[in-house]
């Protein structure tokens, strides 16, 4: 059961928005709960384009990283960018050797392998990639705000390097770079704007094109800019917001070949693009390559101008993400088959294990179970004596420090609050397991794990119209920072009996009387034994307009409901 909590909003703050504006109450405590409390902010929220973003000068180390990429370009120095597994890094290597490409460079870029080489930069890697391009300069994207000793290796090598980054620094930087620029840098100017590794380059991109004129507009960048930055969970309000609303909206005016091949076949339709569209069905299927593939063909797929190429590289992704489904699967079944044995009235922490358990799919199965069973869970997979694995902890339980109580039953440990990796002793697994079990029932209130619902306001069945719809859409696009708005209603009646689709889903139709509105809840389905016909319940749930049989109507898609 989940714990309802209606946010609270400041009164006087939304007042000050509707104040002499059209701007309809439920709208300004919407924007309240967002952070944007000023009429200024909000006009910047709704408005803002592409001639509010900063100048990319303003970050530091920009005027050094510009000069040198230039000079480079200028030489025909061999210039190689390095990048990272994940959907950030990958889209950061797309546009910037598209940028460079078009600038005349000679330009190749390499990334680490998830499993040979892990995160970040490697020096053996790159020694062998000297041997095929001696590069002069390299360019890290989505990495190497630590790599101090391997910049330091580097420099002596005689390769100057330019560090992109937007990962949380340590004291010491790595000061023998030629530039940094990573927002998270105390001075850099940018503190303030929690840019993806993704919108550091575009940063730069755009200083690059202030300086050549090489393109018209930035829409070829863009494109990919909203890829990464809604797939690394980064807040969608401030310079985010508008790099993902223009780039949404470039997608939906014209796309690559690339781009084509992967919306096809992903089944998105371009012009109804949302990020939606992009957490559920973009980022998993990219993921799915460095998981269990070569992320190298989701870069080619990209910047590919052959529309058969494109259409290969987009089959290999979905038969790569179809192979992380069904790996997926097997694991689930494992590990719920476990968690049976399990006494969870005295489990507050999950530690499951097999041997030779795909690596590539514990994380995302370990987060599966955190959201069923609501505590922190670790899935690891031993090979030999060893496992390795991944955790998942739940809001207000920082696992990082946790973790540190059991340093000596750990290999190694690293990661955030919410997810970290292990490597672990066979033989120290149960000790660990029992240890963090009883460490999180001595140290962390009940309450926490109750899982929470927030919900952003409550409303009357009435005010759901086309005209509340179009307010709605205009907060659109959503994601960290700027989620959907949840809304509850109290006191409506269940007018048919609920439904069960496919064991899964649960559908019946709600009204106060007057207006009567269809409620899906998807994966909902134990919801079912709580309600029957002419039950009054309170609801909570958010809105969509649905097309069908060329009928539009209002969908309310349910989060959760209680009898009265
Ligand atoms: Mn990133």
Redesign the pocket.
Known sequence: MYKWSLKEVDAEKVSELTAGNEMPNFLAKLLVIRGIDTPAKAEQFFNGTMADLHDPFMMQGMEAAVTRILEAVERHEKIIIYG?Y?V??ISAIVILKQFLTEAGGDVSYTLPNRFKDGYGVKIDKLVEERKQFPFRLLITV?CGIKAVEEVNTLAKMGIDVIITD??EPDRELPEKAVAILNPKVPGSGFEHEPL???GVVFKLVQALSQRTSLFETLDFALKIVSI?TVA?LVPLLSENRILVKEGLKAIHKTTTRGLEAMLESCNIDREGMASVDISYKIAPRINALGRLGDATNAIEMFTTNTEADAREYAKYMNRKNAERQRLEKTLETMVMNQIEQEDMEKTRFLLLSGTDWHKGVIGIVASKVQKKHYRPVGIVSIEDDMAFGSIRSIEGINIIDVLENFETLLSSYGGHQQAAGITVKRENLQALKDGVNEYLFDHYPEELFTPRIDIDCEVEFSLIDDAFYEQLKKIEPFGIGNPQPVFMVQDVIIETEPELINNRHIKFEASDGLHRFEVIGYNKAHLDERVQKFDSADLVFSVEKVKWNRRMYFQLNLVDLRRR
Do not use: K, P
């Open positions: 990272d994940d950030d890094g989505d937007h990962h993806a590794g993704v990464g690394d």
